[in-house]
């Protein structure tokens, strides 16, 4: 270096060439060196940036800035195993919004991303700081706390503060949003403070995914505890919706028939159809089982299809004068084209639609009026006959009574069975009068007992059926019953001036 200075300042001789070049050499060696470390920093520190931005939005929910269904996961896990060393409970606690759907539906899904950003605020805020908080779909949230397994209420307490804080009215400008949630709580801890063994992230929360499901089905709006029971419950059900949907296809749904009788002659005048499940695992399977979860699940109307079918081949062989009732639900008044199946069912089955006659309850009156409406006068127009049934137990006005197509009124057999109390006897006594006074025929159910009978018969002409005249029957049973009383349609002699018509000639007229 100094001969290289001498040289350029004029004041001493060349430097050695070699060296000289060498010098370069390792000078911009040095600066390539630095550039490129500089360089690569750059490109760490970029790429760190990318994986920290990847991992966060693997992680957290977009919209909330919750975590999201993994890491929460993963994060109950990790908080499970800290604090079982510390001698800590874990609460994993599922929150649910009740009817967001209906939201969505009225106010667009970008009011609902509003309300999901200002409810997942509210929640954090109304935490401990250090709460991982996730939103896991939809309009599912949890939270996971830490507490002492000898105060579980505490856990009580913070959720409540979660109702009290998080739900209630949301305000987004125009549009107002009442929220209200059903809430699940799971421990790895029970009541007595004991340790569960086996319990990670993934088994806290399906447990808690569980509770909240009930607390929705007591009611929403509340909050409830894992129980062990919940979890049997919840196989039973499944057992069933599998069996329901198993037993369909294996025709284990038969009908059993209740006889009808008028009350003043005690002759029988017809048979209610009533569904019975031959399981090849429960056994006999009654209706308020299973017709629930049919609901559901949506196969009631495959299943009512099936029963009636086969109560029609059954009824073709019966007195042509005795009539066959079938009761319809709610959810099958929601099909637009029902009254359109069932009248095609009753050609298909050669089955004089004067000889059926359905029975709604009093809750169908109130989902789609117009339709119902229509529905049940189509069906009238060609001979069927409807029947309001359990009247007293719903929600039908006089109003309803006097302009919907009823051809017969029933009486529920709560208010029948109770005769002897004279002021279920009063009320008995005024549904009757409510009938002579709309000249729509009364039946009464639940008929048990002489004394029963005994009130009916003298509060007018009524037709009643229960166990005093016999439990529901099999078609073979049924059969033979007539048979001995000669009320088979083969043994039955045509009488003169007889106006029941032969099912060929009443289905090729209403075709």
């Not at 503060?161 to 790895?188: K, P």
């Not at 056994?283 to 009636?308: D, H, N, R, T």
């Not at 049973?477 to 349609?489: D, F, K, S, Y």
């Amino acid at each position: 270096m100094p001969k290289v200075l001498h040289s350029l300042l004029g004041t001493g001789a060349a430097p050695d060439p070699l060296l000289t070049n060498a010098m370069l050499l390792n000078i911009a060696l040095i600066i390539f060196g630095w550039r490129r470390y500089r360089d690569l920093t750059a490109e760490i520190a970029e790429r760190r940036k990318a994986e920290e931005s990847a991992r966060r939005l693997a992680e957290m929910d977009p919209l909330t800035g919750c975590l999201n269904r993994r890491a929460m996961e993963h994060t109950t896990t990790e908080l499970h195993k800290s604090c079982k060393a510390a001698g800590k409970a874990v609460a994993f606690v599922m929150v649910d919004l009740d009817n967001f759907k209906q939201v969505n539906d009225m106010n667009g899904h970008g009011i609902g991303d509003k309300v999901l950003s200002e409810f997942a605020g509210r929640l954090r805020r109304c935490l401990p700081p250090e709460t991982p908080v996730a939103r896991l779909g939809g309009d599912e949230f949890a939270f996971a706390l830490a507490y002492d397994p000898k105060n579980p209420d505490s856990v009580d307490e913070i959720v409540s503060r979660v109702f009290q804080a998080s739900g209630g009215r949301i305000e987004l400008g125009h549009a107002t949003i009442d929220s209200t949630m059903s809430v699940g709580i799971a421990a790895d801890h029970d009541a007595n403070g004991h340790p569960a063994d086996g319990l990670d992230g993934e088994i806290l929360m399906h447990r808690a995914d569980i509770a909240m499901y009930r607390a929705k089905k007591d009611g929403k709006n509340r909050y409830s505890w894992f129980e062990a029971t919940m979890e049997s419950e919840l196989r039973f059900r499944n057992q069933l919706e599998s069996g329901i949907r198993r037993g369909i296809a294996n025709g284990e749904f038969v009908p059993y028939y209740e006889q009808q009788v008028d009350l003043d002659t005690g002759e029988l005048v017809g048979f209610e159809m009533l569904a019975r499940w031959h399981s090849a695992d429960l056994g006999v399977v009654k209706p308020e089982v299973f017709i629930p979860i049919a609901e559901e699940i949506g196969v009631i109307g495959e299943l009512s299809e099936m029963l009636l079918r086969q109560a029609f081949v059954d009824a073709k062989e019966w007195d042509p004068q005795l009539t066959l009732s079938a009761n319809i639900s709610p959810v099958q008044l929601r099909d637009q084209w029902f009254a359109q199946r069932l009248l095609k069912l009753l050609v298909e089955c050669n089955f004089p639609a004067h000889r059926l006659e359905i029975e709604v309850t009093e809750t169908c009156l109130h989902e789609n009026m117009g339709q119902v409406r229509s529905m049940l006068a189509s069906l009238r127009n060609q001979g069927v006959k409807v029947s309001l049934d359990d009247f007293g137990t719903g929600y039908a006005s006089l109003s309803q009574l006097r302009t919907l197509p009823f051809d017969r009124i029933k009486i529920d057999r709560s208010f029948v069975r109770e005769l002897r109390d004279s002021d279920n006897s009063k009320i008995v006594d005024a549904i009757v009068s409510l009938g002579n006074g709309l000249q729509m025929p009364i039946t009464a159910e639940g008929i048990e007992d002489e004394e029963i009978l005994s009130t009916l018969r003298r509060m007018g002409q009524l037709k009643g059926q229960g166990y005093l005249y016999g439990r529901p029957e099999t078609a073979v049973q049924v059969r033979e019953r007539l048979q001995t009383a000669g009320r088979l349609a083969a043994s039955r002699p045509v009488q003169p001036g007889d106006d029941s018509k032969p099912a060929e000639d009443d289905n090729r007229r209403r075709a």
